[in-house]
């Protein structure tokens, strides 16, 4: 039996959809299961043991199919035909401009989610909004007759051997109590609650906590407003690590402060303790859900140092 899924998602949406693919090999265990996902993502896919093979989809634009390159479309649709697939399984927002191009690759039977009630039925389940990325996908699997359990929910990031081998290039940071504050940006105002960052920051200084700065590249022109970091002999490894490096990295802090929503679904993966100070417009659809490991806050209103010193307190504390 072949399954394919379809989730061209980003980086932390992908590790979101990552137990609802491994749900879907516990019920097919003996099925051959086939990610088609962003071509940046086969790296990140290729970890996970459960994955028969990756398979690139390279069309940024999905709103409609009058979007795809003709040539590119066809090639795609060719390609999924000849794997002669029984299950494709679409786990890509609601479908509109993508659940007919699916429907072309003449997988026996084609699951997933549809933008209304009129496109619903056993096989189609209206696209939930206001939810938790996990638990979204593993709803799928249950509404087309899956079993999914409790443990079914549990995110998980494979670490290799080759991951820890690099990442003891960094042998000053290890055996050390460590916070990372990792910053990211979609617009040149819309990145980084810096205010709130700083005064964490000093806090966990203060209770003889190590400062690692990471984000992509990109960011590190952006360390000019943050000249606190390095007066405080804080480690800058903006753009510094891979995957595998910053994965390590995060497993053994102590603690986690973001803004990204997508990187901390690693700090929920890996069991790190973390604050999210979220800029996204829908944070509760996208970020974690708090309990004894994990804090979130929408960062677009105003917040309580006070509150958010005690809330991390507990956390190092626990």
Same mark, same amino acid.
């Given at each position: 039996?072949?399954?394919? @899924? ?51 989809? +390279?069309?940024?634009?999905?709103? +409609? ?50 933008? =209304? ?16 990325? %996990? ?29 820890? =081998? ?20 979609? /617009?040149? =105002? ?7 960052? $700083? ?23 952006? %360390? ?36 990204? !929503? /997508? ?14 100070? $979220? ?8 970020? @974690? ?11 677009? !209103?105003?917040?309580?140092?006070? !509150? ?11």
């Amino acid at each position: 039996m072949r399954i394919a @899924i379809f989730c061209p998602l980003e980086l932390g949406s992908m590790l979101c959809a990552m137990p609802a693919i491994r749900c879907v090999k516990k019920n097919f265990p003996q099925a051959k299961l086939y990610v088609i996902g962003s071509p940046g993502m086969e790296e990140f896919i290729m970890r996970y043991k459960f994955v028969r093979d990756f398979i690139p989809f +390279s069309f940024p634009k999905l709103e +409609s199919e009058d979007n795809f390159p003709l040539d590119n479309v066809e090639e795609f649709v060719q390609d999924i035909c000849e794997l002669k697939v029984d299950l494709l399984i679409q786990l890509y927002g609601n479908g509109s401009g993508i659940n007919d191009l699916l429907k072309r690759c003449e997988a026996k039977q084609i699951v997933g989610f549809c933008p =209304d009630e009129l496109s619903a039925d056993s096989s189609w389940m209206v696209y939930p909004d206001g939810m938790y990325e %996990v638990d979204r996908y593993l709803k799928l699997l249950r509404y087309i007759g899956c079993v999914v359990t409790e443990d079914d929910y549990r995110m998980e990031f494979p670490i290799n051997s080759g991951d820890i =081998d690099e990442f003891s290039l960094f042998e000053n940071l290890l055996n050390k109590k460590y916070a990372v504050i990792h910053i990211a940006r979609r /617009g040149i =105002d819309d990145w980084c609650p810096f205010d709130d960052f $700083s005064l964490l920051a000093r806090y966990l200084q203060e209770k003889n906590y190590e400062i690692i700065l990471t984000g992509r590249g990109a960011e590190d022109e952006l %360390v000019t407003p943050m000249k606190w970091l390095k007066s405080a002999n804080a480690t800058n490894l903006l753009g510094r690590t891979n995957l595998g490096q910053f994965a390590c990295l995060l497993k053994n802090a102590c603690v986690f402060i973001s803004n990204s !929503a /997508g990187a901390s679904h690693f700090a929920r993966a890996l069991e790190t303790k973390s604050m999210v100070l $979220s800029l996204d417009i829908e944070p509760r659809n996208s970020l @974690i859900k708090n309990n004894n490991l994990h804090y979130n806050y929408d960062a677009i !209103a105003e917040l309580d140092f006070s !509150a958010l010193s005690k809330d991390l307190n507990r956390l190092i504390s626990s």
